[in-house]
C-alpha cells in the first residue's frame, strides 16, 4: 500500500527558505511518478513539481529558478528546495504518486494522481 508522509512547513518571512520531505512507500520510483502540489485557502490544489519515470522533472513557471526538488530512492525519500518564498508561496503542500505510470506519461492534474500525503503547512508572511 502507498503512503506518503509530509514534513518540514512551518512559518517563515518573505525571503527566506524552507525545505519540505515526503517519505514514500509501498512505490515504485521506476515505474511511478511522484508530484507536489499546493493549495491555498479559497483556491484550486495546484501542481508545483513534478518527478516522472524516476528521473524526469518538471518545475512550474512561478517557482522555477526558486525552488528546487530531489530525491532519495535509497531513502524513499524527495524533497522540495524552497528557496527566496514568497507570500504568494503560502498555502498546503501535499505530496501525491501515481503508482502506474506509463513510460511517456506526464500527469500534471490532480486527479491523476492516486495517492496523497496528509499535508504540510507553509506560511510566508512579514
Known amino acids: 500500500q502507498v503512503q506518503l508522509v509530509e514534513t518540514g512547513g512551518g512559518s517563515v518571512r518573505p525571503g527566506e527558505s524552507l525545505t ?12 511511478g511518478c511522484l508530484a507536489w502540489f499546493r493549495q491555498a485557502p479559497g483556491k484550486e490544489r495546484e501542481g508545483v513539481a513534478y518527478i516522472w519515470e524516476g528521473d524526469v522533472t518538471y518545475l512550474v513557471d512561478s517557482v522555477r529558478g526558486r525552488f528546487t526538488q530531489s530525491q532519495n530512492s535509497y531513502a524513499r525519500t524527495v524533497y522540495l528546495q524552497m528557496r527566496r518564498l514568497e507570500p504568494d508561496d503560502s498555502g498546503t503542500y501535499y505530496c501525491a504518486a501515481r ?13 491523476e494522481f492516486t495517492h496523497w500525503g496528509q499535508g504540510t503547512q507553509v506560511r510566508v508572511s512579514s
Open 20 to 31: 519540505l520531505s515526503c517519505v514514500v512507500s509501498g512505490f515504485s520510483y521506476r515505474t
Open 99 to 111: 503508482v502506474d505510470c506509463s513510460s511517456g506519461a506526464r500527469p500534471r492534474r490532480p486527479d
